[in-house]
């Protein structure tokens, strides 16, 4: 059974720098990505690795994604938090790193990320 686990997240203090790890379980892909979703909006793309990556526009500089094939494991490195970053944070997976939720066909269960000011 395919699984992915999120974990890492919680409440965190304005300005700082929480990483999120996603493990994924049961076999290997070639695109892991981040989306987040907050209250009342949409999901919305954070970022994507293949063996490059990709980011949101809005997400450049601040978050970063990186993983580690031996422990099939994605990571979103995030820093400088601001209240309006709380959102629950989904890890996804797939083979091709778009910025569209439906080119991943898997899915975590989300982690909480809230920020306070």
């Known amino acids: 059974q395919v699984q992915l686990v999120e974990s890492g997240g919680g409440l965190v203090q304005a300005g700082g720098s929480p990483r999120l790890p996603c493990s994924a379980l049961?076999?290997?892909?070639?695109?892991m990505g981040w989306f987040l979703q907050a209250p009342g909006k949409e999901r919305e793309f954070v970022a994507a690795?293949?063996?490059?990556?990709t980011y949101a526009d809005s997400m450049k500089g601040r978050f970063t994604i990186s993983r580690d094939n031996t422990k099939n494991t994605v990571y979103l490195q995030m820093s400088d938090l601001k209240p309006e970053d709380t959102a629950v944070y989904y890890c996804?997976?797939?083979?091709?790193?778009?910025?569209?939720?439906?080119?991943?066909?898997?899915w975590g269960q989300g982690t909480q990320v809230t920020v306070s000011s």
């Open positions: 996804a997976a797939g083979w091709v790193a778009t910025h569209g939720p439906p080119s991943y066909g898997y």
């Open positions: 049961g076999r290997t892909f070639d695109a």
């Open positions: 690795i293949t063996e490059s990556t």
